[in-house]
């Protein structure tokens, strides 16, 4: 196929109403992403009634899977906050060693806490533990605020079953297993370098971000959860966290061993399943996490209710970035990229992360940016031979780019931890920008050495 110069600029336009949507008219993204894909439809070609079937198309496929998982998942990242059992964890991490250990530990811990949670969430239900931990210790608060960030946005940018990673993953067809494997093997060492190594030479090289803040009473006591009667013990809450990748793990390293004629086969693959996996999280945390520890039906059914409101939005986003990902296979636009792209003297890693930190720096939200880039890439990754799950990392991390003034994130540590918009930039800009870089560098590192 031809390269086709009036769908490429279809294409660009479309990119550019979305991001003047989303950023001059502050539509909102679904609202944004909707239209978006309806202009590029009928500018590619399409009749109106062929731009909807294909919107439609793509909306109920990432829902049939990504909103099963992000659902899933948020469940179990609330009956593990509800419970006490992510404060048990963080606690428990904090007093493994002297006071100068605790940046590093309680990055550990928010990269823990955030394996199952969104990432707004994690960050509000850890502030008051950051103030009360620099409190006790005297230490300034963004020694203990930028790793525990650190950590949660790793999770957040990297893991399952968190909306990006997720959709990238879907997307590109990859191996949750795998994705989940490679994603941990590169989370743990950017977490080490983002948390406290960044905060340290953030803290030397910008001594305002030093400052002393002990005035976040009022925060800390509006964000506490209601406690379940009985505190679950550490390592139930980390084995309901850790169920689910293990699953997965175990599914994509032993089902390569096993006879597909054997009954175990069939029932490595479905306990496997990223579905399947979260769903057994979820009733283990059920009765591990909630009943045991003295909730009642009635209470669980509450907490599970209110645990879907925040991921609601996010389900929302990701289906209209299916419609868009549908709408660019339905137009063509992404094959005749692909085949462009074929021609370029780039890998398809470093083009995902690049496509993706654009759009994010563009528009602010990292999941929008990656549903953007997984539909413009998928096509060029099913010809170009790359590692898929590694593109699902690409992907991702590219997303993380240089968080500012329009994204939600900025705001909220700004808020929290009362700073000014320069010590923000300082502090949040900075350690996100760095993440993603380091997310690439860690990419290609990994691509060469597993071939």
């Known amino acids: 196929m031809h390269f086709d110069i009036s769908q490429f600029l279809a294409l660009i336009s479309a990119i550019a109403i979305l991001i003047v949507l989303i950023t001059y008219f502050k539509f909102h993204p679904f609202l944004a992403l909707i239209i978006t894909a309806g202009f590029l439809g009928l500018a590619a070609g399409l009749t109106p009634t062929q731009t909807i079937k294909s919107f439609e198309k793509g909306f109920g496929g990432v829902l049939g899977s990504?909103?099963?998982v992000v659902g899933l998942g948020t469940m179990l990242g609330g009956l593990l906050l509800e419970s006490g059992g992510a404060d048990k964890i963080a606690n428990t991490f904090i007093k493994l060693g002297p006071v100068s250990w605790i940046p590093a530990t309680i990055c550990v811990a928010a990269l823990v806490i955030g394996l199952p949670h969104l990432f707004d969430v994690s960050f509000v239900m850890l502030v008051p533990l950051v103030y009360a931990i620099a409190r006790r210790t005297h230490s300034q608060l963004l020694r203990i605020g930028i790793p525990m960030a650190a950590g949660l946005y790793v999770a957040h940018g990297l893991l399952l079953p968190h909306p990006a990673p997720t959709l990238a993953m879907s997307t590109y067809h990859a191996d949750a297993g795998m994705s989940m494997l490679y994603g941990l093997l590169i989370a743990v060492p950017m977490?080490?370098?983002?948390?406290?190594?960044?905060?340290h030479f953030a803290m030397k090289y910008f001594p305002d971000l030093g400052r002393q803040q002990f005035n976040a009473d009022n925060d800390a006591q509006e964000t506490q959860t209601q406690k379940a009667p009985r505190t679950p013990s550490f390592w139930l809450a980390m084995l309901t966290i850790l169920l689910p990748p293990l699953l997965m793990m175990?599914?994509?390293?032993?089902?390569?061993?096993?006879?597909?004629e054997s009954p175990w086969y069939e029932i490595i693959n479905?306990?496997?399943?990223?579905?399947?996996s979260l769903l057994i999280a979820v009733l283990f945390a059920v009765y591990a996490l909630g009943i045991r520890s003295g909730f009642t039906m009635q209470q669980l059914q509450k907490i599970l209710g209110k645990c879907l409101g925040p991921c609601a939005v996010i389900i929302l986003i990701l289906g209209a970035g299916g419609g868009l990902k549908e709408m660019l296979l339905a137009t063509h636009v992404s094959t005749l990229i692909a085949d462009w792209a074929v021609h370029w003297n780039i890998s398809p890693l470093v083009l995902a992360w690049l496509v993706a930190a654009l759009i994010r720096i563009a528009i602010g939200s990292a999941t929008v940016a990656v549903v953007t880039t997984a539909g413009i890439i998928a096509p060029l990754a099913a010809n170009s031979g790359v590692n898929?799950?590694?593109?699902?990392?690409a992907t991702s991390t590219g997303g993380l780019?240089?968080?500012?003034?329009?994204?939600?994130?900025f705001w909220l540590?700004?808020?929290?931890?009362?700073?000014?918009?320069?010590?923000t930039?300082?502090?949040w800009t900075l350690l996100v920008s760095f993440q993603s870089l380091l997310g690439l560098i860690f990419v290609l590192l990994l691509n060469s050495l597993i071939g």
Request: aromatic letters at 8%.
């Open 191 to 199: 977490a080490a370098l983002s948390g406290p190594v960044f905060t």
């Open 270 to 276: 479905a306990v496997g399943d990223p579905i399947v």
């Open 401 to 409: 780019m240089l968080s500012h003034v329009n994204d939600s994130g």
């Open 66 to 68: 990504t909103g099963l």
């Open 425 to 427: 930039f300082k502090s």
């Open 413 to 423: 540590y700004k808020e929290y931890f009362k700073l000014t918009v320069s010590e």
């Open 388 to 393: 898929l799950e590694l593109l699902v990392l």
């Open 250 to 260: 175990t599914r994509s390293l032993v089902i390569g061993l096993v006879n597909k």
